[in-house]
């Protein structure tokens, strides 16, 4: 090749902006590979599978012609192209589609599998079910308990409460000595006590709190006309029933 003339007339006409050679080689790299790749692909090999698949789609796209043995004798009892089969024309109109078995799996392998797939969605969906209800019985039971405890811390500062008022109350009637040992409140220290008092202790203790308020409540009712939900002493069991709506906190709710 004869060398280029810098001073020519044909190079100075020449676009010379910063940046396009390298964009025209880059244009030009692409079309070349492009090239390429359509040149491997018509030269590559077909496998036999790709073939037959031409082949069979080929065949499956065509219609049926008269040299076909079925398509002629449908075509001796009025039978024409497009026409649904049937006497009175309510047959199917396409023939039936092929399912051709590609894979070297056994008959009903795809069924198996999917119903394979689908027990084991069915069983994600139960976990999920049961953990759900896992979490909801939890969270019922905490709220049962925190309420049985709020419940009970209730109760016993209404059993303490009527225990400070018998005391009270029994001490102004010169009551030295309750009624039951757990009806006045219990001093922080006490003097040691026989082995008989502490069995009566273990027996008092055997009740519970519900039940221990229920009694002593009963007692100061009886007693004194005294209500611990009301706070107030009535003259007689007369005004105490008529003024007093009941013996227990839900009455007075």
């Not at 008989?196 to 009712?221: F, G, M, P, W």
Request: one cysteine or more; charged letters at 40%; proline letters at 3%.
């Amino acid at each position: 090749d004869e060398e280029e003339d810098y001073m020519s007339d044909s190079f100075i006409k020449q676009d010379v902006r910063p940046g396009l050679p390298m964009v025209r080689r880059v244009k030009e790299a692409i079309q070349k590979e492009e090239k390429q790749k359509e040149a491997n692909e018509k030269n590559r090999q077909k496998s036999i599978k790709e073939e037959e698949k031409e082949r069979r789609d080929l065949v499956l796209k065509s219609a049926l012609g008269n040299e076909n043995k079925g398509f002629a004798l449908l075509q001796k009892m009025g039978y024409k192209s497009g026409q649904a089969l049937g006497k009175s024309g309510e047959g199917i109109v396409e023939p039936i589609p092929l399912n051709i078995k590609t894979g070297r799996s056994g008959l009903g392998h795809e069924e198996l599998k999917k119903r394979k797939a689908e027990e084991k969605l069915e069983n994600y969906r139960q976990k999920l079910h049961m953990k759900k209800q896992a979490n909801e019985q939890a969270a019922d039971q905490f709220r049962i308990r925190f309420k049985t405890k709020q419940e009970e811390r209730k109760m016993e500062g209404d059993l303490r409460k009527s225990q400070r008022a018998c005391q009270q109350l029994d001490m102004q009637k010169d009551i030295d000595v309750p009624k039951e040992t757990w009806f006045w409140i219990e001093p922080e220290e006490e003097d040691k006590k026989d082995e008989e008092d502490k069995e009566d202790e273990c027996t008092s203790s055997d009740l519970s709190v519900s039940e221990k308020l229920h009694i002593l409540t009963a007692y100061l009712r009886q007693e004194h006309f005294y209500c611990i939900w009301c706070g107030t002493t009535y003259e007689d069991s007369e005004d105490l029933s008529s003024n007093c709506p009941g013996d227990s906190a839900a009455d007075h709710d």
